[in-house]
C-alpha cells in the first residue's frame, strides 16, 4: 500500500478528536505532576483509630481504596517519618504529612453523574463502552456533560489524575472501548504501553467503496489549509501514522459499494482512521468531515437521511482492546458490540455483524 510518513494534533483538541498521541514530553508532564502537601494534626476524637480512617475522614470525597493506595505508595509521614499501613494506629496531636499529586485541569472539572457503560473496574482503571455523541474531555463548546465528567461523578478520585485518567480518545461521534486510569501510576503505566505500541485496539469501520488490505504508513499532520482537520502530508513532514487494514466484507448500501473494514492501530493520531480511508477513496459512512469522496447525495435514493437517522455521524467503532494491566502486570482483553444504529445500518449493507475480535 501508499508509503509515505504525521504531525501530532497538539496537546488541544479540535473539535472533536478519536485519538491523543502520547509522547515523551507528554509523560514527562505526568510523572512531573506538580505536588500538593496538606498536613493533618490528628484531633482528639481521632486518637487510636486506623490511619486510613483518619484520612477517609479528612477526605470524604475519596473512595478508602484510593486513601490506602497513597499510604501504601508512600506518599504519608506521621510525625517526618514514613508510613506504609494503611492499619496503623494514630494518637491526638500526632502530625500527618500528605503529599499527593496535583491534576491541576481535571481537578476543576465538575463532577457529574451520568450513565456510563463500564465494562470492567478494578482500584487502578476503568475500561468504558463510550457511547457515539458523548464527548471525551471538556472544552469550549462541551463544558459539561463530557465522559470525564462521569469518570469523576463515578470515581471522585480521578479529578486527582490529569485528564481524569484518560489516556486515549475517541472522537465524540465514534463509539467503542476506552481505558482510564484512576491513580497517577497506573495512568504513567498505560501510557508506557503506547509508546511501546504494546495496547493493541481494533476497530470496525464502514467505509465507502473497496480499500486495499496491508498497511499504510504516512506522513501526518493538520491539515495546512484547514487547522481544523488533519491530513496526510508530503513525505518527511509531519510525524508517521501506520493503519493496518487487515480484512473486508463487502456489501452495497442504497446501490453503493461499501465494506466492512477490520482496522488495527500501531500510531495513535488525531482522526488516523478517517483521514487515511479517505485518502484511500474510501471514506467512512456518515463521516462529517472528512467525506470528499462520498457519494454524493443524489447517487444514495434518498439514504442520506436514513443513514443520518440511524448513526450520529462516522460509522467507526472500537471494538476491541487489549494491553496489559499496569500495576498486576496480566494482559486484559475486552470487545464489545457496534451500537444498535450500527448494526442496522450494517444489515441493511447486506453484512454480518462485526465479529467480537
Known amino acids: 500500500m501508499n508509503s509515505s510518513k504525521h504531525e501530532e494534533a497538539g496537546g488541544r483538541e479540535v473539535g472533536s478528536v478519536d485519538y491523543i498521541d502520547q509522547d515523551e514530553s507528554d509523560l514527562s508532564l505526568l510523572e512531573q505532576a506538580s505536588l500538593n502537601t496538606h498536613e493533618i494534626v490528628v484531633p482528639s476524637t481521632s486518637d487510636g483509630l486506623r490511619l486510613d480512617r483518619v484520612l477517609a475522614d479528612a477526605f470524604p470525597e475519596l473512595s478508602r481504596t484510593h486513601l490506602q493506595k497513597w499510604i501504601t505508595d508512600g506518599q504519608l509521614q506521621l ?119 504494546q495496547v493493541h485496539r481494533t476497530y470496525w469501520a464502514l467505509a465507502w467503496g473497496l480499500p486495499p488490505l496491508g498497511v499504510l504508513s504516512t506522513s501526518f499532520g493538520r491539515d495546512p489549509k484547514d487547522r481544523q482537520k488533519m491530513a496526510v502530508l508530503p513525505e518527511g513532514r509531519g510525524k508517521e501514522a501506520i493503519t493496518r487494514i487487515e480484512s473486508t466484507q463487502t456489501g452495497r448500501l442504497f446501490g453503493q459499494p461499501v465494506s466492512l473494514v477490520k482496522i488495527n492501530l500501531e500510531t495513535g493520531r488525531t482522526h488516523q482512521i478517517r ?69 442496522k445500518l450494517l444489515g441493511l449493507a447486506g453484512l454480518v455483524e462485526a465479529p467480537a475480535r
Not at 437521511?305 to 500495576?327: D, M, N, V, W, Y
Request: charged share 15%; hydrophobic share 40%; with cysteine.
Open 79 to 197: 510525625d517526618h517519618r514514613p508510613v506504609f499501613k494503611p492499619s496503623q494506629p494514630v494518637r491526638e496531636g500526632q502530625t500527618l504529612l500528605i503529599t499527593v499529586p496535583e491534576a491541576p485541569q481535571s481537578a476543576s472539572w465538575l463532577a457529574e453523574s451520568l450513565p456510563l457503560e463500564i465494562v470492567f473496574e478494578d482500584s487502578e482503571l476503568l475500561v468504558i463502552n463510550k457511547p457515539a455523541g458523548l464527548v471525551v474531555h471538556p472544552a469550549a463548546g462541551h463544558p459539561h456533560g463530557t465522559l470525564a465528567n462521569g469518570l469523576i461523578g463515578h470515581a471522585p478520585e480521578m479529578a486527582l489524575v490529569p485528564r481524569a485518567g484518560i489516556v486515549h480518545r475517541l472522537d465524540r461521534d465514534t463509539s467503542g472501548l476506552l481505558v482510564a486510569a484512576k491513580t497517577l501510576a497506573a495512568q504513567v503505566g498505560l501510557v508506557r504501553q503506547l509508546q511501546a505500541r
Open 275 to 343: 483521514v487515511h480511508l479517505e485518502h484511500l477513496g474510501c471514506p467512512i459512512v456518515g463521516d462529517p468531515t472528512y467525506s470528499r469522496r462520498s457519494p454524493h447525495a443524489n447517487q444514495l435514493s434518498g439514504g442520506k437521511e436514513k443513514i443520518s437517522s440511524l448513526i450520529a455521524g462516522q460509522a467507526l467503532h472500537a471494538q476491541s482492546l487489549e494491553f496489559l494491566h499496569p500495576g498486576a502486570g496480566q494482559p486484559m482483553r475486552f470487545s464489545c458490540p457496534p451500537p444498535e444504529g450500527l448494526q
